[in-house]
């Protein structure tokens, strides 16, 4: 009973990286940027659900919608105006990231102070299935995270959008030869990416914590994720999601402690080493 | 291969002699808050300088925290032993974290650009795991306190001026070798920075100057984990969290990369910005995030640049 507990939180914790690290990936794949500021919109998301809901008296729903679309904007203004102009250089995309990730953080702190805030996830209980206690939030998130994972694979499977973004990560020049504008995707694609870390955090923060420094375990995960799928890679960071997902559940059911982090850090460093192309193995992009 | 330079040139000198005014700084003042500052400088000096050696070699470095750590619990564990002693304790402090480099640095070193900063970033978080997971030795996530101050000859380092003068020394002795060590090697590293495969083709044998640059970096951050250590007392994991390496890389770049007056000025003006937010110190990473966008988007060169460029300025208006 244990196992198939800990199979539903791992799953249901695989379903919350898959959204983060899926969106760190395309930009990774797309733009070539290492978002550092990932755990920054991860944060943000919930900040912005939680005024929403606690200054504005909207239904958790409509908040959580107002937090995508708000981290989306954000995204989209920052690619636009600041890391357009330096994209091709990738340690002064990476020191524009983390000089934003710093900026909300802090702007977090100054408007809400550093401690949690009451942020409460409307629907309590649990479902019962035998002896099993499924916690509603928990299922409610996993259904939502899944419901997101299969929109983003519409859009970028079946959509001429998702085509022109695939065929930007693919290769850049033939993209824009073929017609493609990155000035007018990049932006896009930095704003789905960052739409869906806020899309997490507005789900994910009432349920675990919000405070100014969640973002820092937000982006260590999304790392590990999406270096043990292969950097770019979305099949890959999906996967990944999953597995670090149950290490994670499997670990603190049965070992405690960090263990559990510790062996997957190793691993991808391993990986990072000895093959920078992931689990599946693609080559995506060249460092 | 490379013309011998000369070993210590003007912008050497000169943090040599800013640092060493830290040496007088007790005859005029006993104030707790300025010993406060000067430390956390001289301690965030070394620590940036050794992200600056890598960064002469165009690589973004996270895991100067980590070897920090090392040479910090390499003091804190002779301390339960009773060695206290300076003359043991720095070249220790150096030794290990530089040893211990070159077998990470055969792995990591292979790796540039995107993928060297993503795997320190790893490094630092897998240090900082290792240090909660290994009670035995680090004392775990209760950290080891109460280490006996330093010693040298017959002088205890034990009182507030003590520690600052030390701390100084050791800021000296930092820059000392990061300006030997990027001086002597300056033409290489300048050709790994500007290209390194083309470096590579030319016959400059890459791997062996990036491994010794990476073991001076990691030796230096272990001098700033000994004065971490020495200045704290106890030795604990938060201190040397991976989010700190942040804070050093910040400090050099907003310095400005050119030079090795770059970190320096940038650490002296953000460590004093810092307190300036007084108990709201953790805004000050909030002016590091605005100052970092702007020196990446406007002043590539950061504050050492934009003076190098006002005396250019003066001077061409003079002629």
Request: proline share 4%; hydrophobic share 55%.
């Amino acid at each position: 009973m244990q196992f198939l507990q800990a199979t539903i939180i791992g799953v249901s914790l695989g379903a919350q990286y898959a959204l983060l690290a899926l969106g760190f990936t395309l930009i990774f794949g797309i733009l070539g940027v290492v978002n550092f500021a990932h755990g920054g919109f991860y944060m943000l998301g919930g900040y912005v659900a939680y005024s929403c809901v606690a200054y504005v008296g909207l239904p958790f729903p409509l908040a959580v919608l107002i937090a995508v679309l708000a981290t989306a904007a954000l995204g989209w203004v920052f690619e636009l105006f600041l890391l357009e102009r330096l994209v091709d250089d990738h340690l002064a995309t990476l020191m524009l990231t983390l000089g934003l990730y710093l900026v909300i953080t802090t702007g977090a702190m100054s408007a809400f102070g550093p401690l949690s805030m009451d942020f409460r996830f409307p629907v309590g209980g649990s479902l019962h299935v035998g002896t099993l206690y499924l916690p509603w939030q928990n299922l409610i998130v996993l259904g939502v995270c899944l419901a997101a994972i299969g929109a983003l694979w519409l859009v970028l499977f079946r959509t001429d959008l998702g085509r022109g973004l695939r065929a930007l990560a693919d290769d850049r020049a033939v993209a824009m030869a073929q017609g493609l504008r990155p000035k007018l995707l990049f932006p896009m694609a930095f704003a789905l990416a960052t739409g869906l870390a806020g899309l997490t955090g507005a789900l994910v923060t009432p349920i675990l914590s919000l405070s100014p420094g969640v973002g820092d375990p937000v982006l260590a995960t999304s790392f590990l994720t999406v270096i043990l799928g292969g950097l770019g890679s979305l099949e890959g960071a999906a996967l990944a999601a999953f597995v670090v997902g149950l290490v994670e559940a499997f670990s603190s059911v049965y070992f405690g402690g960090s263990i559990g982090a510790l062996v997957l850090f190793v691993l991808v460093l391993l990986i990072l080493v000895f093959r920078p192309t992931g689990l599946l193995g693609r080559t995506v992009r060249g460092a | 291969m490379h013309n011998k330079p000369a070993l210590f040139g003007w912008p050497e000198l000169i943090s040599v002699l800013v640092l060493a005014a830290g040496f007088f700084v007790p005859m005029y003042t006993r104030s707790v808050l300025v010993y406060s500052i000067l430390n956390q400088a001289f301690i965030g000096v070394i620590a940036a300088q050794s992200v600056w050696i890598m960064l002469r070699m165009n690589l973004l470095s996270f895991a100067s925290p980590a070897f920090m750590a090392m040479g910090g619990y390499t003091v804190a564990i002779a301390g339960q032993h009773d060695i206290t002693n300076a003359l043991i304790l720095v070249p220790a402090a150096f030794l290990i974290p530089a040893l211990t480099s070159i077998p990470l640095g055969a792995m990591v070193l292979r790796l540039r650009g995107t993928y060297f900063v993503l795997v320190t970033f790893v490094l630092s978080q897998i240090l900082q795991l290792l240090l909660f997971e290994t009670p035995g030795l680090t004392g775990g996530s209760n950290g080891i306190s109460g280490i006996p101050p330093v010693t040298l000859f017959d002088m205890e380092f034990g009182s507030n001026k003590m520690v600052l003068k030390f701390a100084c020394g050791l800021a000296i002795l930092a820059t000392i070798i990061t300006g030997v060590v990027t001086r002597w090697f300056r033409q290489p590293f300048a050709a790994i920075e500007e290209n390194e495969v083309l470096a590579e083709s030319l016959g400059l044998v890459v791997w062996r100057y990036k491994a010794l640059g990476f073991m001076v970096s990691a030796g230096v951050a272990g001098l700033a984990g000994y004065s971490l250590v020495n200045m704290l007392l106890t030795a604990h994991p938060t201190s040397f969290e991976s989010g700190s390496a942040v804070d050093f890389i910040a400090y050099t770049i907003i310095g400005g990369r050119a030079t090795i007056l770059g970190p320096l000025l940038g650490t002296g003006i953000l460590v004093y910005a810092t307190n300036l937010f007084g108990t709201h110190g953790q805004y000050a990473q909030g002016l590091y995030g605005v100052l970092i966008i702007l020196v990446v988007l406007v002043a590539r060169g950061g504050l050492t640049g934009l003076v190098q460029a006002l005396l250019r300025t003066v001077i061409r208006r003079k002629a």
